[in-house]
């Protein structure tokens, strides 16, 4: 899963937050929030297939793996909310849990604004701002969690 998942463009789209870092306000201020939490929804996303796909053995042999239609799909397959249920039931810590799940399910919920025909909040570019500082602690923290090549 791995050898196929283009991490290239998950490193492209780290890159690009920097787009989001204008103080100007406009008539273009609201879109530009939507793609900013669109961007980190994205790259949260990524960021747990790849934790799945790194652990796909032991993912597979879980109790509880994501389905879709009652069929078992692979992380790479799943929808954003999929995989938080799952990470939240098989992998993380009650604590993690707690840390982490509502913090992923605002994100979540605000990326899903891209959806703009229905009112849904939106937050303001600070909380955007201080959940990147937060999907940087939870990089590190994963980080602590993957295997190194030897």
Do not use: C
């Not at 929804?41 to 879709?68: M, N, Q």
Request: proline share 5%; no cysteine; hydrophobic share 40%.
């Amino acid at each position: 899963m791995l050898a196929k998942s283009r991490l290239d463009r998950h490193v492209a789209l780290s890159l690009t937050l920097k787009l989001w870092v204008r103080f100007d306000t406009g008539p273009d201020e609201e879109g530009r929030l939507i793609l900013a939490w669109t961007n980190l929804g994205a790259l949260l996303e990524g960021s747990f297939k790849t934790l799945l796909a790194v652990y796909l053995e032991d993912y597979r042999r879980s109790a509880r793996p994501i389905r879709r239609h009652g069929k078992v799909i692979d992380p790479d397959e799943a929808t954003l909310d999929g995989l938080l249920t799952f990470l939240r039931a098989e992998v993380w810590s009650p604590t993690s849990a707690a840390n982490w799940g509502p913090w992923a399910q605002r994100v979540q919920q605000r990326r899903n604004a891209v959806h703009a025909f229905r009112e849904r909040d939106l937050g303001t570019f600070a909380e955007f701002y201080g959940d990147v500082v937060t999907y940087d602690e939870f990089l590190q923290n994963m980080e602590l969690g993957l295997p190194y090549p030897s």
